[in-house]
Antibody, heavy 120, light 110 residues
Framework: QVEVVESGGGVVQPGKSLTLSCKVS????????MHWVRQAPGKGLEWVAV????????FYGDSVKGRFNISRDNSKNTVYLQVNRLRPEDTAVYYC?????????????WGKGTTVTVSS | QSALNQPASVSGSPGQSVTISCTGT?????????VSWYQQYPGKAPKLIIF???LRPSGVSYRFSASKSGNTASLTISGLQAEDEADYYC??????????FGTGTKVTVL
């Protein structure tokens, strides 16, 4: 059974940085792309980023491009999201999701999320 | 890039069918057969219910069906049940190799 578990959320001041982690078990991790999706309080889902199975490609949503960086360590079955120059509007639950394929086509298994609160 | 457009809410009585539309552009829905749908209960993570326009993952009820025509995708829930009351989101692959979500639809079972 596939399991996706996020960690690393917390309360952080505006302008600071944070690294979120997402560990996956139950699959051959290196075969699948991975996504980050976020949801601000009371709002809809917003796609954040994807990294291909071999890290050859990374793509970002417009609102985080240039500030967030997605990476992965296939030896540790883990994907990361480094969030920099945080803004209050980055406050959200951040979900990690496994792709159904090696490239970013659809998100078939989701974690429970980790909460990031940006506040002074 | 703006979100895909969904109705804010739809409702139906138990046993009825409801359909949720998801309107995009020729840069996303209109160009790819990579439309997915997700169900989300309050305070819970989303769950995949449809992928690649019309395919159901194992374990998802046959009462969920979907299609697309041009720049618009649709999700139909037939035989509406109380447990179907949730938020539903569409998403599509885009020409920028990204994903774009819909605005979300709250389904209410009357």
């Amino acid at each position: 059974q596939v399991e996706v578990v996020e960690s690393g959320g917390g309360v952080v001041q505006p302008g600071k940085s944070l690294t979120l982690s997402c560990k996956v078990s139950g699959i051959l991790f290196s075969n699948f792309a991975m996504h980050w999706v976020r949801q601000a309080p009371g709002k809809g889902l917003e796609w954040v980023a994807v990294i291909y199975y071999d890290a050859s490609n990374k793509f970002y949503g417009d609102s985080v491009k240039g500030r967030f960086n997605i990476s992965r360590d296939n030896s540790k079955n883990t994907v990361y999201l480094q969030v920099n120059r945080l803004r209050p509007e980055d406050t959200a639950v951040y979900y990690c999701a496994k792709d159904g394929q090696g490239v970013g086509i659809y998100m078939d298994v989701w974690g429970k999320g980790t909460t990031v609160t940006v506040s002074s | 890039q703006s979100a895909l457009n969904q109705p804010a809410s739809v409702s139906g009585s138990p046993g009825q069918s409801v359909t949720i539309s998801c309107t995009g552009t020729n840069r996303d829905i209109g160009s790819y057969y990579y439309v997915s749908w997700y169900q989300q209960y309050p305070g819970k993570a989303p769950k995949l219910i449809i992928f690649q326009v019309s395919l159901r993952p194992s374990g998802v009820s046959y009462r969920f069906s979907a299609s697309k025509s041009g720049n618009t995708a649709s999700l139909t829930i037939s035989g509406l049940q109380a447990e179907d009351e949730a938020d539903y989101y569409c998403t599509s692959y885009t020409r920028d190799n990204t994903q774009i979500f819909g605005t979300g639809t709250k389904v209410t079972v009357l």
